[in-house]
């Protein structure tokens, strides 16, 4: 299979109707490692919002199980990427996050942003690292498979166009971006949870890199030290590199999710069940719990 067959079999479909089948490819075939990376750095993203990493500071999820929490998001994400949005067992993980959610006083500004990097946040890493560029249909594609997660999860006010939803996620971040002993709690625990994915004896070596990958406003809003230019240089050079490398290897023929791999936080195995904060399992996984699971934004 030639390497951009794929690619064109995408621009035949259609990116509303098909958003779900679109979507399922980028992250599975076209993009799996990129768009995990990029999601990490969504994430981290959010931590920069003092009200976001207030609450996340306040329930000390980052504090005490930074792996399990990194775990639950990203499987319960990559859940909804492989089996759509508008599958039963698609349906069932947002059940899920909206019983997570609906435990905390979430602002619904704050759900329109952190919805919003799941769409800008891959499109920017691809666009610079990736083996290809997007293209307008792939974007599109994007913005209306998390447009239509978002209205599963009662999110108001969300945009109703791709141009729109950038616009108010760059507005957002210029507006909220900002230092706060809460960002710098929370960054730093997430930082050393990345940083433990590494031997130890490499780990003071790799933290500067990490830095590396952040832009200023990020370094500015955790307290985190300025990288030095140098380093940028070769952390770009370097993902460029395996992107333009990565043109010349022959297509996936397998998907690649993350819920498809070995897990640190589950090594025997997980259910659905078993995602979401330990202290709250237990009332999360009751009859009336999964009966009554909006948020209230």
């Not at 009662?154 to 166009?161: A, L, M, R, V």
């Not at 999964?290 to 209230?296: E, F, I, L, N, T």
Request: charged share 20%.
């Amino acid at each position: 299979m030639p390497r951009l067959d794929r690619f064109h079999a995408i621009q035949q479909l259609d990116p509303v109707q098909d958003t779900c089948d679109i979507c399922r490819q980028l992250a599975g075939y076209e993009f799996p490692w990129d768009i995990t990376r990029a999601l990490e750095i969504a994430l981290f993203r959010t931590f920069c919002v003092p009200s976001v990493a207030t609450l996340l500071d306040r329930t000390a999820e980052f504090h005490r199980h930074p792996q399990k929490r990194y775990d639950d998001t990203g499987l319960m994400v990559s859940m909804i990427l492989k089996w759509g949005y508008d599958s039963p067992k698609g349906q069932a993980v947002i059940q899920r996050m909206n019983q997570i959610h609906g435990h905390y006083p979430i602002q619904n500004a704050d759900f329109l942003y952190v919805l919003s990097t799941f769409i800008y946040e891959p499109v920017r890493w691809i666009e610079r690292f990736g083996w290809r560029p997007l293209s307008s249909l792939e974007k599109q594609a994007l913005f209306y498979f998390w447009l239509s997660i978002g209205q599963l999860m009662t999110i108001q006010d969300i945009p109703s166009s791709y141009e729109a939803f950038e616009a108010y996620n760059l507005d957002y971040e210029r507006q909220h971006f900002h230092y706060s002993e809460a960002n710098q709690r929370v960054g730093e625990s997430t930082l050393n949870l990345f940083l433990s994915w590494f031997p130890q004896p490499l780990r003071p070596l790799v933290r500067p890199f990490v830095y590396a990958i952040m832009d200023d406003r990020m370094i500015n809003a955790f307290g985190f030290p300025m990288p030095q230019p140098w380093q940028r240089r070769v952390v770009e050079q370097a993902l460029r590199s395996r992107g333009n490398i990565l043109r010349y290897f022959p297509p996936r023929q397998t998907p690649s999710f993350y819920m498809d791999e070995p897990q640190r936080s589950y090594p025997q195995g997980y259910a659905l069940t078993d995602l979401g904060p330990p202290q709250m399992l237990a009332k999360l996984n009751t009859p009336e719990a999964k009966a009554d699971s909006g948020h209230q934004g």
